[in-house]
């Protein structure tokens, strides 16, 4: 089923575009949560006609695109956001808000599909991430993703909330591993018992299938 996504949805595309997905996940989650609408053919061929205006509006040379990442490449984009102690973010910022804020701060165009932005941002910091402008110009933004109403702290801080993150997520991975390790040799355990009696009980039968032979009779003396 093809789908308009009208919000980035990790796993499966970015605002705006068209997707083909199980119908009930569509059912069930995109359209009732109006992270999506069914793309009639009405619906995508304006669609179409909004890309190809946002497309006139991006780099159109070689020589533009160096000028537009002297400027990108000068400046910092802000994203204030709400987070946590730790400093995760109570949500993500996406490809389409730096795509979006790109364009309102410089009113400059970027493809956000050209953004190297493998996973959404989900901790606050300082980010680097490179957009493709031209053939062979690729500008790298520089992001600060701040809480908000606050600032950001100290590198050095920051490096130790990640390593101490890091450290308990491998700790969470090696315990599971572990749990996982130790139910295995459980359930190895269980089944060895179960099969040692039918192991016995073979053993047991072998003999009392001898005994139960008939008698063969005692030669005649030769006379």
Do not use: C
């Not at 949560?33 to 179409?48: F, G, I, N, Q």
């Not at 996406?94 to 493809?111: E, P």
């Amino acid at each position: 089923m093809e789908v308009i996504l009208r919000q980035d949805v990790e796993k499966v595309g970015l605002r705006g575009e068209v997707v083909d997905v199980a119908p009930g996940f569509a059912r069930n989650y995109l359209l009732p949560r109006k992270l999506a609408e069914t793309a009639t053919p009405a619906k995508v061929a304006e669609l179409r006609k909004h890309e190809g205006k946002r497309a006139r509006q991006e780099a159109q040379s070689f020589e533009q695109a160096q000028e537009i990442t002297a400027r990108l490449e000068g400046t910092e984009l802000r994203f204030d956001v709400r987070a946590g102690e730790t400093g995760t973010l109570f949500g993500s910022v996406t490809a389409t808000d730096i795509a979006d804020a790109v364009w309102s701060t410089h009113r400059i165009r970027v493809d956000r599909r050209k953004l190297e932005l493998a996973d959404s941002i989900k901790r606050i910091g300082r980010y680097e991430v490179p957009v493709e402008l031209f053939a062979d110009v690729t500008a790298t933004l520089r992001l600060a993703i701040v809480p908000e109403g606050g600032e950001l702290p100290p590198q050095e801080e920051l490096d130790a909330i990640a390593a101490e993150e890091a450290r308990a997520e491998a700790e969470a991975q090696a315990e599971a591993e572990a749990e996982h390790e130790e139910a295995e040799a459980v359930i190895e355990a269980v089944v060895a018992e179960e099969e040692a009696p039918e192991e016995g009980e073979a053993e047991s039968a072998a003999p009392a299938a001898e005994d139960e032979r008939p008698e063969q009779p005692e030669p005649e003396p030769e006379l």
